[in-house]
């Protein structure tokens, strides 16, 4: 056995395998400070990311006037075209993560780079699918998805050819001239997919997207999503509260810290591609990284339940 592997417990070496290199054995010299013993989420030497946070806290101002931290040492690189799922308990900073990434929101302290410069600002390389639907109500299915281009300058007509190909890619064709409130919900996720996805962003930052469809429309969404993935080369980065989704769909997950957030654990999905997110669950290989990736989350999540509690108690 090599001088690595000696001393590590027999249960340490089984998560190794779902586990980047550069966190095996907490040997990584930005492991984040605290209890929770949580892993700097650096990725192995490559190709320069895409997407870098490094050291970030994120601090609200409270409507009684005390400062609440949201993110705190917070340290995560994605890399050109990886799909990388964040998930966490309910209100630790996975939206507030988004939300600095995308410059929505600037960070109370440390640094966020995209395509190697600070962010100061929104960026147009960058799409963002909201949890609730962002289409404009009063435009109908082919104008929604035109949108974008028009905002760029294009020319009606050019937008209107773009915006066609855009609705046919997700299986809109026929719906041009209808309106938001004339279509189910999983329609108008697709019109916002397209609405999103037209303007060719290097990065995709998706918040729960499909936490509102049901069951079957839903699996359909996610297929979909992959497929138009694959043939954009566009870093994702896709908040879910549901652990199955982030391992169907990730090359990698990341675990955030019942709040104040930081990452405590990021995990290879090493499972092949192209997925079909309803087969691949049955595979022996996802239920593996299933439980070893919910045995970090349900820590989480129950010192997150313990905490709610509590308040409620006071």
């Known amino acids: 056995m090599s001088g690595f592997w000696r001393g590590c417990p027999v249960d340490t070496m089984n998560r190794m395998r779902f586990m980047p290199t550069w966190s095996r054995c907490g040997h990584n010299d930005s492991q984040a400070a605290g209890r929770h013993g949580t892993f700097a989420a650096m990725s192995p030497p490559g190709p320069a990311p895409t997407i870098e946070l490094r050291g970030v806290y994120k601090r609200f101002l409270t409507p009684t006037g005390e400062a609440y931290t949201a993110l705190r040492d917070l340290n ?130 998706m918040d729960e997207p499909f936490s509102a469809l049901d069951v079957q429309t839903r699996t359909l969404m996610e297929n979909e999503l992959l497929a138009l993935w694959s043939a954009s080369g566009a870093s994702v980065v896709f908040v879910t509260h549901d652990l199955e989704e982030a391992i169907a769909l990730s090359d990698r997950v990341f675990v955030l810290t019942a709040g104040p957030a930081t990452i405590k654990g990021a995990y290879q999905v090493d499972l092949p591609r192209p997925r079909n997110v309803a087969e691949i669950r049955f595979q022996p290989r996802f239920n593996e990284i299933y439980q070893v990736i919910w045995e970090d989350l349900r820590q989480e999540v129950l010192v997150s339940y313990e905490r709610a509690k509590r308040s409620i108690a006071a």
């Open 76 to 205: 995560l690189e994605v890399q050109p075209g990886e799909f990388c799922s964040v998930v966490g308990p309910t209100g630790c900073g996975k939206s507030t993560t988004l939300a600095l990434i995308s410059g929505l929101e600037p960070p109370s302290a440390g640094e966020v780079q995209v395509f190697g410069k600070p962010v100061t600002g929104i960026d147009k390389d960058i799409g963002y699918v909201f949890q609730t639907d962002a289409v404009f109500p009063w435009k109908n299915v082919l104008d929604n998805v035109a949108a974008g281009p028009r905002f760029r300058g294009q020319n009606k007509r050019a937008a209107h050819e773009r915006a066609r190909d855009w609705i046919a890619r997700v299986g809109l064709t026929g719906f041009e001239s209808h309106y938001p409130h004339q279509l189910s919900g999983g329609m108008r996720k697709r019109v916002a997919l397209a609405q999103t996805l037209i303007n060719n962003p290097r990065i995709i930052l």
